[in-house]
């Protein structure tokens, strides 16, 4: 009859490389499913900050809709109203309302 200290005796199967074969299998799932795209949308994000010129009009973080009617380097001023002027952080206009091409007559991304 075996005893119990000789059953205990036998070495796990996942020991060395292949224990760490599954954590590795889940890094590169998490890097393909959500590192990868977020990287891919902040780049996007930063392309469409740079390419913003005075016209454009864009939408804010905070839901403040105008259009561009001064860039500084990290400043930009939005007229929301005739003659209502609001100094926005360049990095929180989030995208285009408008086609600049067809402005106020189609809307970006539709």
């Known amino acids: 009859m075996v ?4 059953a205990a005796d036998v070495a796990p199967a996942g020991t060395g490389f292949g224990a ?3 954590l590795i299998l889940i890094f590169v799932v998490f890097y393909f499913l959500l590192i990868r ?3 891919r949308k902040a780049k996007e994000h930063q392309q469409f900050l740079e390419a913003i010129k005075v016209g454009d009009v864009v939408v804010s973080g905070g839901g ?3 259009t561009i009617t001064g860039i500084n380097e990290g400043v930009v001023t ?4 005739d003659k209502v002027r609001v100094k926005v952080a360049r990095s929180y206009i989030l995208g285009a309302l408008y086609e600049t091409s067809n402005v106020g007559t189609k809307p970006a991304g539709g």
């Open 37 to 39: 795209p977020q990287q």
């Open 20 to 22: 760490f074969i599954p």
């Open 78 to 81: 939005l007229e929301i109203a």
């Open 3 to 6: 005893s119990i200290a000789h």
């Open 64 to 66: 403040i809709h105008g």
